[in-house]
């Protein structure tokens, strides 16, 4: 162990960035936020100025360039993860990029490999899995606490009411499913611990492009199935739900859950409820704690890009069956 901190930059004045991940750092046991940048200098020096960061710079690049800063945030758009991931390890900054880590499992690999080449970390910033409560979900799933797993249920819908959102723009890799369906696919394939082997999906793209709704389904070798559905036009709802041989398993609130204590729902085969409580936590801060530890310590990091290039291809099979009226995909 050190008493040595990370020194953050965050590329973009984003608002996940100033909303949390930000937050989450300058709270952070082991880092410290030493600056920001935006294609615009002026929005950059507000956003500092405002958010108690000591530097900022006109260019994301300037901020690479910074040869104090050892970690680079990346929350881009989904289309430009790849691109600057890339040219930070190439200045040898370690990164975390914000979800889905890129366009396709390709380009995942690509800036994997570009990480392992100049010897520094790479982590998607799916942060749920670092909340305490996912944590014992996972255990109970390995305990076998509700028997085999035959069967996965998970939502993630959101009413976005912003026309011109990044989300709306397939350019820049928009969509349901690459913004909030990511998150079902993952849980998907966490807890059932394999990968699936064939996908289906319906959507509705608006006027041709970004899915703003989908419903899909994943069947894994052994008979167990996978449904999800996610949405941009929907109410809130954040769920997943975990179907054994043995009873059930059922999280709400179950991504983004806030910091207050949380409960698991756990139901038996006769579906009697005993709720199971869990202290509540901050996922961003554990989350770029643990980044922090795996760099200072030189660690293990708990999730690869190989992980993010995983949950990539099943995102790609299910666009290839919605785009071609829910036909059946192999997942290579
Ligand atoms: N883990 C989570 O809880 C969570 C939640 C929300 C979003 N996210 C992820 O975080 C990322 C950002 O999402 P967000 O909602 O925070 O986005 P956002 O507020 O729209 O921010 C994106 C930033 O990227 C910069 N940018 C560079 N080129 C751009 C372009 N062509 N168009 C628009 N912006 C451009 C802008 O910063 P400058 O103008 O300062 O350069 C902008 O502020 C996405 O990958 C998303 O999936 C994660």
Redesign the pocket.
């Known amino acids: 162990m050190t008493d040595r901190k990370l020194s953050w930059g965050v590329i973009?004045?984003?608002?996940?960035?100033q909303r949390?991940v930000n937050p989450a750092i300058q709270a952070s046991s082991n880092g410290e936020l030493l600056a920001v940048a935006?294609?615009?200098a002026g929005?950059?020096r507000a956003f500092a100025e405002e958010a108690g960061i000591p530097t900022s710079y006109g260019s994301y690049q300037a901020l690479l360039d910074d040869p104090s800063i050892d970690a680079v945030y990346n929350?881009?758009?989904?289309s430009?993860?790849r691109e600057w991931t890339i040219r930070a390890v190439e200045q040898g900054k370690h990164i975390l990029c914000?979800?889905?880590l890129a366009l396709d499992a390709a380009e995942c690999r690509e800036m994997e490999a570009a990480a392992a080449a100049n010897g520094v970390k790479l982590m998607e910033?799916f942060?749920y899995r670092f909340h305490p409560r996912t944590e014992r979900v996972l255990e109970m799933v390995r305990e076998g606490e509700v028997g085999d797993i035959r069967q996965i249920r998970s939502s993630f819908t959101f009413p976005l009411d912003r026309p011109d959102?990044?989300r709306w723009d397939r350019e820049?890799g928009g969509g349901a499913l690459m913004?909030v369906g990511c998150y079902c696919i993952n849980v998907s394939r966490t807890l059932a611990r394999r990968e699936p082997v064939e996908v289906r999906a319906m959507a509705n793209f608006r006027d041709g492009g970004v899915d703003q709704q989908m419903a899909g389904s994943l069947r894994f070798e052994d008979g167990l199935l996978a449904h999800f559905d996610c949405a941009l036009t929907m109410d809130r709802t954040e769920v997943y739900h975990l179907l054994g041989t043995d009873g059930h398993i059922r999280i709400l609130d179950a991504f983004?859950p806030g910091t207050e204590d949380v409960v698991i729902e756990r139901f038996d085969a006769e579906d009697n409820l005993t709720p199971i409580s869990v202290p509540g936590g901050d996922e961003y801060r554990l989350m770029v704690e643990h980044f922090a530890d795996a760099v200072l310590n030189d660690g293990p990091l708990r999730y690869s890009p190989e992980e993010a290039a995983l949950n990539m291809k099943v995102i790609e099979a299910l666009y290839e069956s919605a785009r071609n009226e829910g036909e059946v995909v192999a997942v290579d």
Request: avoid cysteine; aromatic fraction near 0%.
């Open positions: 973009s004045t984003a608002k996940i960035g949390a935006s294609r615009d929005k950059a929350p881009l758009p989904n430009l993860h914000e979800k889905p910033a942060m959102d990044i820049l913004d983004v």
